[in-house]
């Protein structure tokens, strides 16, 4: 979608229809997406950084992206990978691959939010290691808008 030449206009336009703040939308990227074309990507999240809507790096550490890269990139928020997430309790790499991107995207001043989250221990680690935000099945499963509402109780 982002190598359509009418990306922009879209992504405005679905913005605009939901009828929510721009500081509310957070747009996912993987780091599969800048081996496209980086020199169209870049100028292109720049711009939708600008705009005030949030760029979120989805499953970071199992790409191809450098810190060089990352340091370049408009990215207020990196999310860990699940894969990572689920042998946090009982595999010393796993722990110390999280421990890294969480000091790396601190370092540059972007929100931690670990996927997949299961259990309180994992939920408590990620914890007392600084991470910011947690999604999986220990918070919910995937639901639907009325559920959502109900969950919410709004």
Known sequence: QFM???FMALLLDAVDESGLSRVFISLEITES?????????LPLLN???????QISMDDFGTGYSSLSML??????ELKIDKSFVDNILNDDAARKMIQNIIAIGKNYEMAILAEGVETQAQADLLTQFGCDRFQ??????PLTVENLRA????
Request: proline content about 3%.
């Open 33 to 41: 997406l800048f081996i496209e074309d980086l020199d169209y990507i």
């Open 136 to 141: 999986g099945y220990l918070y919910s499963r």
């Open 71 to 76: 340091r370049a990139l408009p990215v207020d």
């Open 151 to 154: 969950y919410l109780k709004i």
């Open 4 to 6: 359509q030449a009418n």
């Open 47 to 53: 711009q939708i950084h600008d705009l005030g809507i």
